[in-house]
């Protein structure tokens, strides 16, 4: 198989200085039988090339920001540009207009922005604004979405159709879990129940409205339009965490995707956004209703505050990267190739007798090794761990690149190419070939 030695000799190095060797958990490959991750020297367009020189097609798209591809000319001029003219002010900025009025005008919930510098902090800040507009304190998320890694967010469910929260992670106070209520996703009713029990303290209900974490989920119909027609009902506030799915299906958010059909029935109060936004540097951004917004410092009382928020650079690229998706026919190339890996994908598994389960959406698909639909997270947990990472490893070692965790989704981007789709459904059957042997 593949050499990767002086990934293993930088592992070891990183071991002794990084905690766990990773800056991120999701990079360790401890879902997918552990060792040394891969450590990558360069990238560019849908490749990667590894500190001992072998290249992979890469599908992580660093967890979806990269829709462009890597080191895209457009953005990294803008990019270039913008740190030539210094790269952190501390003041306001023409460019952050230009961003938020490209945001405002894709998603039209978002009468006002704020720009902060991660999809977890956008998260938090959401939380904080509705609780403040409601005077209320608790949330209502769903089980398996994933809304970063502050305390009130990093709360699973426990079983049951609406039950409070236990804490996802050492250092969270139970108290705070109880602030969170869990139910599973696509389920109207387990809502109802959780709405009946706490519905005078709920400040808001939290959703990633088309799911990126368990796998690409998408609503079933009429739930959305459930979710925000008893939420508002309530008197709570609607958050959608779109921090994986603005841009990703169609230049907007889910909340004007053309597979929903009733958008007007949809539109949350808040949105929080990140990822693509920044076109690959540091970025989140939340916005929403007008009158919710305000409270917001220093118009209200809600504090939010950032050194970086708003940095030049982050800005420039985010901008850059939303012109390159504005072009035409950008997303329906990406289904194209996306739609021919994934039937691919399928009819290979299908040869060698491998359970698999695909969903697609749009540019982007999720591969469960089961043999039933995934709506929602207990039908996701089915997906046979031990089988992806077997997948997972010998894809790699046929120069693939995929994310190390089975819930995790393939992001086509605007630089692969059919060569890149024949290369990887070559890797794929010999794969599925193996895994059979
Ligand atoms: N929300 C969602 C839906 C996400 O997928 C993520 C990250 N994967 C986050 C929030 C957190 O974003 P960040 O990692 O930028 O803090």
Redesign the pocket.
């Known amino acids: 198989s593949t050499s990767r030695n002086r990934s293993e000799a930088l592992y070891q190095e990183a071991l002794q200085h990084i905690v766990g060797g990773v800056n991120?958990p999701s990079r360790s490959f401890k879902a997918v039988g552990g060792g040394a991750p891969v450590f990558m020297k360069r990238a560019s367009g849908a490749h990667f090339w590894d500190e001992d020189g072998n290249r992979y097609i890469d599908y992580l798209a660093a967890?979806?920001p990269i829709i462009t591809g890597h080191a895209h000319p457009h953005i990294t001029a803008a990019i270039t540009a913008a740190a030539q003219n210094g790269t952190l002010y501390g003041t306001p900025t023409e460019l952050e207009i230009t961003l938020a009025k490209m945001l405002k005008e894709a998603i039209p919930s978002m009468d006002k922005v704020r720009f902060v510098n991660?999809?977890?902090?956008?998260?938090m800040t959401t939380i904080r604004v509705a609780r403040a507009y409601t005077k209320r304190n608790k949330i209502i998320k769903f089980a398996g979405?994933?809304?970063?890694?502050s305390d009130l967010v990093l709360v699973a469910a426990g079983s049951g159709p609406s039950t409070l929260g236990i804490p996802d992670s050492a250092g969270i106070p139970a108290s705070i879990a109880t602030e969170v209520i869990t139910v599973p996703f696509n389920d109207l009713e387990g809502l109802r129940a959780a709405l009946d029990a706490w519905g005078e303290d709920v400040a808001a209900v939290m959703v990633?409205p088309i799911v990126?974490?368990f796998g690409m989920v998408m609503p079933k119909p009429g739930f959305l339009e459930g979710l925000c027609q008893m939420t508002h009902d309530n008197g709570s506030l609607v958050i959608y965490?779109?921090?994986?799915?603005a841009f990703r299906f169609h230049y907007g958010s889910t909340q004007t995707y053309a597979g929903l059909a009733n958008h007007e029935a949809i539109q949350p109060d808040l949105t929080?956004l990140?990822?693509i936004i920044g076109g690959g540097l540091?970025i989140?951004a939340y916005g929403g209703r007008k009158h919710v917004m305000e409270q917001v410092a220093p118009l209200g009382p809600a504090y939010q505050a950032g050194t970086m928020a708003g940095n030049p650079a982050s800005i420039a690229a985010g901008i850059a990267c939303l012109e390159v998706l504005q072009g035409e026919g950008v997303y329906e190339e990406m289904e194209r190739l996306t739609i021919k890996l994934t039937e691919g994908l399928q009819a290979s598994a299908d040869r060698h007798g491998v359970p698999l389960t695909i969903n697609r959406i749009r540019g982007s698909f999720s591969t469960h090794f089961c043999d039933h639909p995934v709506t929602n997270y207990d039908e996701a947990q089915d997906t046979d761990g031990e089988a992806f990472a077997a997948f997972f490893r010998h894809m790699l070692d046929r120069g693939v690149n995929l994310a190390p965790s089975k819930y995790e989704a393939w992001f086509m981007t605007t630089a692969h190419t059919d060569a890149d789709i024949e290369a990887t459904l070559e890797a794929a059957e010999e794969s599925f070939k193996a895994m059979k042997n």
Not at 145 to 149: L, N, R, V
């Open positions: 991120s967890y979806g991660s999809g977890t902090e956008a998260v979405c994933y809304h970063g890694h990633e990126g974490n965490d779109e921090v994986i799915s929080a990140g990822k540091p989140g």
